[in-house]
């Protein structure tokens, strides 16, 4: 119940902050509309201008003569993709087709009226979209077949001419579902796939065989464009883009014309100049055009005359040389590969990183809000809270009572004050000593009250409900308490984790330099060198060898950064980059300054298999080294639960960033809210810093802990209840420095209170431990295990733990290399 009503205040709480939040965003949203309704506005015309102007030259792009396998693919694209403009996009390829004959006008009417009767058909079957494709074979096909067999008469050839432009005109609809939308949609931040690249080159080139016959003073105007495009291609994508745009559009213009079936070559050879040559910018990728020309027209039996092929390259030139640079910015932000993309790739992540981590804030804030906003609810003054009992008690008192004296009006209207003020002393003197023995008080209520015996018989039943409530109500503010430490801490955790996603990876440049100048002077070849950190404790960085055949990463790159950053660095991964190469990518960073050494040594009371003790030692972020003892009241398999829990709630807390003494107090609330049954545990908890050696204690109900320096021995303690007895608690916090060589002991009560006869087992333990002349962890847990069962008897009489730790220096496998101040990082 008491965790329903916490659920239900954090639901509420939750709600009205989160319409805080929500709040400031209703303006964006109106602003956001205005602008959306102004691009729809823009849109709306500039698509339809489009799509006629795709259209129209769609029409006119005939293939070998008189197959026309682009008309209908283009419309049922549109039908599907913007049904509304599927008769703008038919009037504009019949407009097309007319440009170039009424027959071939008369061929698209009927293939289109044929292309909507089996659509009608198909769609009232099925509506998926792959059948699209199989819709537009059989409307070409049979047109092309019917327009053959009317004029020609019916032969194989014809029926064979029908199927390859049926199989065409499939193949071109898959394409034009991936090419065309890219054309009439506004795509941001969204690369595209080579396919996509391949698909919309297909397109162009297809609209360029549209234009095929157009001369502008006798020059072809199909190949200026297809030029310019190779050029714009080439000069965006690089080589591999530039010679594949040319090799498809020279292929798509060669089956418009055979005579172009050259040109494929001087295109292909042109992108792929052009893209080598791209580093020189503009003018270098020019002239792989110019000399591809040349070299084509003076060795390549050409039908075109070389004067009239380099006018026309020339003007391509002319108009790449004019393409606005913001125009060929924009176009390589999707071509992958290109710097462009990558920058926009990195500012649309880093934007996606911004707005996670701002959320992730909002609710850092969020659950702060709520954390104090359950602290508020405590904060009531007692006075008041006193005086609203004391008034609910009585009114409870006087229903039972005064409700049916025949003086009741006397008593609470005229001599109100007097009746209550005796009342009053009346329930302290009943909360004091269970009674009223104040004889004075008696004599004093019998003269003012005629029912005096009933009145303080139902006090002192009323009374054992009120403590009832009482506690009720302070469980209830306890797991308030609860809620606001939990809230506050994973506000923490929440704050942190917003800092970590803004991280991003600094310039480093003159460090990146440094770093592979000092490695190459040591006989090294590196590829490439990141750093992504260089703070103290938390260096980050990623070296590309050639090789690492013989672990020349951990042998010489790793002592040479030591020596560069005044900091232990080691590898942290290795991996290699290619399985047909050597070259391998290896991940640099920081160790820790110490390392911890255990020794364990547990025993259950009798020599029996359960223990109530438990224990864990484990690794938590950010360099950190945590031991912890738990010892369950009692022994065997119910104090064996309460401590593996204790343990197993502490290291899930702990793994979760929550703070130390944050975790210990949930732990606390949580096993004492958990079961009315007086089962509690200790807990000893050390937490080591590796990089700085200090350590902290946090010790709830448990004995000292020793640690042994050399023939000194010191006693840690702090004075703390057990987990559970109490649900409002304070941890001590006890911190002290370890340096190289110390030994930190760490024990249950069983081991500490072992010998009978010992009057003081202070005294005893740390002359026990000084007495050990081994400095190993595991013997010294062994010897100091066995001395106790020895001097007790030979008898185990209680549950026996020891966790010993020894910390020492991290020293690297191989030593640094010295190299010369100035090329330090």
């Given amino acids: ?201 297909i397109l162009l080139a297809s609209l360029m065989t549209g234009t095929v016959g157009w001369l502008v003073f006798g020059l072809s105007v199909e190949q200026i464009v297809s030029r310019y495009i190779v050029l714009i291609f080439a000069f965006v994508g690089g080589a591999a883009i530039g010679s594949t745009v040319g090799v498809v559009t020279g292929l798509i213009l060669s089956l418009a014309n055979v005579a172009n079936l050259f040109y494929m070559s001087l295109l292909a050879f042109s992108g792929l100049l052009g893209g080598l040559m791209k580093e020189g910018k503009k003018v270098s990728v020019a002239v792989g055009l110019i000399i591809a020309t040349l070299l084509m027209a003076m060795y390549g039996d050409n039908q075109v005359p070389m004067q009239v092929s380099v006018y026309e390259s020339l003007v391509a030139v002319f108009l790449f040389m004019a393409t606005p640079k913001r125009w060929t910015t924009e176009l390589s932000k999707f071509i992958p590969g290109t710097m462009e993309h990558s920058q926009e790739q990195q500012q649309y992540l880093r934007k996606i990183r911004d707005v996670t981590a701002g959320k992730v804030e909002q609710f850092s804030n969020l659950f702060l809000s709520l954390s104090k906003s359950f602290s508020l609810l405590e904060v009531n003054g007692d006075k008041t ?86 506690q009720l109500k302070q469980q209830l503010v306890e797991s308030r308490r609860l809620v606001a430490d939990q809230l506050k801490g994973v506000s923490k955790v929440m704050e942190d984790f917003a800092k970590d996603i803004q991280r991003e990876k600094k310039a480093h440049e003159q460090q990146e330099a440094q770093i592979m100048e000092s490695i190459q002077h040591a006989g090294l070849e590196v590829d490439v060198v990141d750093v992504y950190s260089l703070d103290t404790g938390n260096i980050d960085i990623d070296i590309t060898l050639p090789s690492n055949a013989y672990n020349e990463a951990e042998k010489i790159v790793a002592p040479i950064l030591t020596e560069i950053l005044d900091e232990t660095i080691i590898v942290k991964h290795a991996e290699t980059i290619s399985l047909t190469g050597t070259e391998s990518r290896i991940t640099f960073g920081s160790t820790k300054a110490y390392i911890v050494e255990e020794g364990i040594a547990h025993a259950a009371k009798g020599g029996r298999l359960v223990s109530g003790d438990s224990y864990s030692t484990m690794e938590i972020g950010a360099g950190k080294h945590a031991i912890a003892i738990s010892d369950g009241m009692g022994n065997g398999t119910r104090a064996h639960i309460e401590s593996q829990e204790t343990i197993g709630l502490l290291k899930n807390i702990l793994r979760s960033g929550i703070e130390e003494t944050v975790a210990i107090k949930a732990i606390n609330s949580i096993l004492s809210l958990r079961s009315e049954d007086e089962v509690f545990s200790t807990l000893d908890l050390a937490m080591i810093d590796l990089q700085d050696g200090m350590v902290k204690f946090l010790k709830v109900g448990s004995i000292p802990s020793y640690i042994k320096r050399g023939s000194t021995v010191k006693a840690v303690e702090a004075g703390n209840l057990p987990i559970g007895i109490i649900q409002d608690m304070d941890v001590d916090v006890v911190t002290e420095e370890l340096k190289a060589g110390d030994i930190l002991i760490m024990m249950s009560d069983g081991i500490y209170e072992a010998p009978m006869m010992v009057e003081n087992q202070d005294v005893w333990m740390k002359r026990v431990i000084k007495e050990i002349e081994t400095e190993d962890p595991q013997e010294i847990a062994d010897v100091l295990m066995e001395r106790v069962i020895r001097d007790s008897g030979n008898e185990i009489h209680d549950d026996m733990t020891v966790v010993v730790a020894k910390l020492d220096h991290h020293s690297p496998k191989w030593a640094t290399i010295s190299i010369p101040y100035e090329q330090r990082a």
Wanted: glycine share 6%; net charge positive; charged share 20%.
């Fill in 1 to 201: 119940m008491l965790h329903r009503v916490s659920l239900k205040a954090i639901g509420g709480q939750a709600a009205t902050l989160v319409n805080d939040i929500a709040t400031p965003k209703i303006n964006h949203e109106k602003r956001s509309t205005a602008i959306n309704s102004t691009k729809s506005t823009t849109s709306s015309i500039r698509i339809p201008l489009i799509i006629v102007a795709l259209g129209f030259l769609l029409g006119r792009a005939v293939i070998l003569f008189e197959l026309l396998p682009f008309v209908i693919p283009f419309v049922a694209v549109i039908y599907k993709w913007r049904r509304s403009s599927t008769l703008l996009a038919s009037l504009a390829v019949l407009a097309g087709g007319t440009t170039v004959g009424f027959s071939f006008a008369g061929h698209i009417a009927v293939a289109l009226l044929l292309y909507f009767v089996l659509q009608r058909g198909i769609t009232t079957v099925a509506k998926e979209r792959q059948l699209v494709p199989v819709t537009v074979f059989f409307s070409v096909a049979i047109a092309r077949y019917v327009s053959l067999l009317v004029i020609e008469g019916g032969t194989f050839y014809h029926l064979l001419t029908a199927v390859i432009e049926g199989g065409l005109a499939m193949i071109v609809t898959m394409i034009f579902f991936q090419s065309v939308p890219l054309l009439l949609e506004t795509r941001k931040k969204i690369s595209l796939k080579h396919e996509e690249i391949v698909c919309l080159v």
């Fill in 385 to 470: 809270n006193r005086e609203r009992e004391v008034d609910l008690f009585l009114s409870r008192v006087t229903e039972q009572t005064c409700q049916t004296c025949m003086k009741k009006h006397h008593c609470w209207t005229k001599k109100f004050n007097e009746t209550y003020g005796l009342m009053e002393q009346l329930m302290g003197e009943c909360e004091k000593e269970g009674e009223v023995k104040n004889k004075q008080l008696i004599r004093s209520w019998k003269e003012h009250c005629v029912i005096d015996e009933r009145v303080i018989d139902a006090m002192k039943k009323e009374l054992n409900q009120h403590y009832a409530s009482k």
